[in-house]
C-alpha cells in the first residue's frame, strides 16, 4: 500500500506538471481572415497610384499567409497613365501575441503568376509586410462574436473574421 503511494505521488509531482505543460499548447485562439481593399495615390519623386486588395489568414499555430493583388499605376505630371504594373504576391510570416499585441515577423515573399512589379517600385511602394524580415506590430481588441479589430496606434485599420464565425 505504501509502495502505491509513493508510485502515485511520483506520478503527481513528476510527470502531471509535464501533461498539463502539453495539454496547454503554444496555440493561440487567433484564426482569423482579414480582407482589405486599398486605393491610395502617392506623391514622391514620381506620383503612383496603388489599387487592388489584400487578403490575410492567421492561424492558429502560429503562421500566416498574406496575398496582395492589384496594380500600380505610375503617373505622369499632368496625370495621365504612364504605365501599369500587376501586383500579384504572396508573403508567409509568423506571428505571436503578448497581450493585446501582436507581433509578426515576414519570412518569404513570392511574386506569383501575373506579377510584373519591378523589384524597385515594389521596394518603394509596396506595403512593409511584403518585405522579408518586416516586423509589425499591431492591437487587438476582441469583439463579442469572435471577431477582431487590427489597431494601429489606437487607431483602427482591418476588421477580421474569427474562422470560427467563417463556414
Same mark, same amino acid.
Given at each position: 500500500?505504501?509502495?502505491?503511494?509513493?508510485?502515485?505521488?511520483?506520478?503527481?509531482?513528476?510527470?502531471?506538471?509535464?501533461?498539463?505543460?502539453?495539454? /496547454?499548447?503554444?496555440?493561440?485562439? /487567433?484564426?482569423?481572415?482579414?480582407?482589405?481593399?486599398?486605393?491610395? +495615390?502617392?506623391?514622391k519623386q514620381q506620383s503612383v497610384k496603388l489599387q487592388g486588395a489584400i487578403?490575410?489568414?492567421?492561424?492558429?499555430?502560429?503562421?500566416?499567409?498574406?496575398?496582395?493583388? *492589384? @496594380? /500600380?499605376?505610375?503617373?505622369?505630371?499632368?496625370?495621365?497613365?504612364?504605365?501599369?504594373?500587376?501586383?500579384? +504576391?504572396?508573403?508567409?510570416?509568423?506571428?505571436?501575441? @503578448?497581450?493585446?499585441?501582436?507581433?509578426?515577423?515576414?519570412?518569404?515573399v513570392h511574386p506569383a503568376f501575373g506579377d510584373n512589379l519591378p523589384h524597385? /517600385?515594389?521596394?518603394?511602394?509596396?506595403?512593409?509586410?511584403?518585405?522579408? =524580415?518586416? +516586423?509589425?506590430?499591431?492591437?487587438?481588441?476582441?469583439?463579442?462574436?469572435?471577431?477582431?479589430i487590427v489597431s494601429v496606434a489606437g487607431m483602427p485599420r482591418l476588421y477580421?473574421?474569427? =474562422?470560427?464565425?467563417? *463556414?
Amino acid at each position: 500500500m505504501k509502495k502505491k503511494a509513493v508510485v502515485s505521488l511520483f506520478i503527481t509531482l513528476n510527470i502531471a506538471p509535464w501533461l498539463a505543460l502539453f495539454a /496547454l499548447s503554444p496555440k493561440s485562439e /487567433l484564426d482569423l481572415y482579414c480582407q482589405v481593399p486599398f486605393n491610395i +495615390r502617392i506623391e514622391k519623386q514620381q506620383s503612383v497610384k496603388l489599387q487592388g486588395a489584400i487578403k490575410t489568414h492567421y492561424y492558429a499555430d502560429r503562421s500566416a499567409i498574406s496575398f496582395i493583388s *492589384g @496594380n /500600380l499605376v505610375q503617373l505622369q505630371e499632368d496625370g495621365s497613365t504612364e504605365a501599369i504594373w500587376r501586383i500579384n +504576391r504572396r508573403a508567409e510570416f509568423t506571428w505571436y501575441m @503578448n497581450q493585446n499585441y501582436l507581433h509578426s515577423i515576414t519570412h518569404e515573399v513570392h511574386p506569383a503568376f501575373g506579377d510584373n512589379l519591378p523589384h524597385s /517600385l515594389a521596394e518603394a511602394y509596396l506595403f512593409p509586410t511584403y518585405k522579408v =524580415q518586416h +516586423r509589425d506590430y499591431y492591437q487587438l481588441s476582441r469583439l463579442a462574436n469572435d471577431d477582431v479589430i487590427v489597431s494601429v496606434a489606437g487607431m483602427p485599420r482591418l476588421y477580421c473574421h474569427s =474562422q470560427t464565425n467563417v *463556414g
